[in-house]
């Protein structure tokens, strides 16, 4: 008796369960960071009043964990189970997504090099509107107050911007103990003080321009960004770069992990085919 030796096609053991291993930790990350917005959700009493979501004039950080979150979340479970079941739709749909986002990014990048005055508008526009916030939403006031103090800037450009802010601005009819002052967080820091002092920009904007500037930092927040940007170039596209060929590298992995499921299907269709419905008749003389 002989026979034909088959070499088969096989699933690689390795990108299926790197994909697998990579995305768990994906989609469990994704699951922390959206039940770490529900959380503070649930703490601001957003979850009982779903209209308060739109209240808020400016952003809410918690959307930030909520998409960024999210998007984590169907990625890592599409690779995840997709690469575990060597389901292809999942896979298809992993390697999709994961392209979309690429092209977003690459277009948002060209955009912004491109329109660089006019994303320079749009950003002042946001900071604005995040100014006239500032006292609505504690979470929206610990962002500001960070982003003020990590580039010591005060305002979008300049510390009058404060004057949007009903709490901050110097009108007559103003009854704020606040008014016409800034945040903490625009005062120049002293090295020797221990303790924040919270108070330290009262009153500060009724100053003379030429004394404001021993007190608070003056510089807007957009100039101090664009002077941050040139200052970390290199940094920052050393990091769009690694995220890039990252996703690169997950779409490759993903598509030739669909290719092996395929090929391993086709094969085991060509032998079914090619294995008689009927028993053999023998003929006897």
């Given at each position: ?8 096609h096989?699933?690689s ?5 790197f ?15 959206v039940?770490?917005?529900l959380?503070?959700?649930s ?13 808020l004039?400016?952003?809410?950080p ?7 979150g ?9 690779g ?9 739709f999942l896979l298809?749909?992993?390697s999709v997504?994961l ?16 329109f660089?005055?006019?994303i ?14 500032y ?11 960070f ?11 300049g510390?009058?911007d404060?004057?949007l802010n ?6 007559d009819?103003n ?5 016409c002052?800034?945040?903490f ?23 003379p ?5 021993d007190?608070?930092?003056?510089k ?5 960004f ?21 996703q ?10 669909v290719s ?13 085919a090619?294995?008689?419905?009927g028993?053999v ?5």
């Amino acid at each position: 008796m002989s026979g034909n030796h088959y070499k088969g096609h096989e699933v690689s053991c390795c990108i299926k369960y790197f994909i697998f291993g990579f995305n768990i930790l994906f989609w469990l990350l994704g699951m922390a960071l959206v039940g770490i917005g529900l959380w503070a959700w649930s703490e601001k009493g957003v979850l009982s009043n779903l209209s308060s979501i739109t209240d808020l004039g400016g952003l809410d950080p918690v959307w930030l964990f909520m998409v960024v979150g999210g998007v984590m979340f169907i990625l890592g479970f599409a690779g995840c189970i997709g690469a575990l079941r060597e389901n292809t739709f999942l896979l298809k749909f992993f390697s999709v997504f994961l392209g979309i986002i690429f092209f977003l990014e690459l277009t948002t990048g060209v955009l912004a090099f491109v329109f660089k005055d006019w994303i320079k508008d749009q950003l002042n526009l946001f900071i604005n509107n995040n100014i006239r916030a500032y006292r609505d939403d504690i979470d929206l006031q610990n962002l500001i107050d960070f982003t003020q103090e990590y580039w010591e800037c005060c305002g979008a450009f300049g510390a009058d911007d404060w004057n949007l802010n009903i709490y901050f601005n110097c009108t007559d009819g103003n009854p704020s103990r606040e008014k016409c002052g800034v945040p903490f967080s625009c005062c120049t820091k002293d090295p020797a003080e221990d303790v924040i002092n919270t108070q330290c920009g009262y009153d500060i904007r009724a100053k003379p321009d030429s004394e404001q500037k021993d007190y608070i930092n003056v510089k807007g927040c957009v100039p101090q960004f664009e002077k941050w940007l040139q200052d970390n170039l290199t940094l920052v596209a050393g990091i769009f770069i690694g995220v890039a060929l990252l996703q690169i590298f997950g779409i490759c992995l993903a598509q030739n992990l669909v290719s092996d499921i395929e090929a391993v299907r086709a094969s085991c269709l060509s032998r079914n085919a090619n294995v008689p419905l009927g028993g053999v008749k023998h003929s006897h003389s």
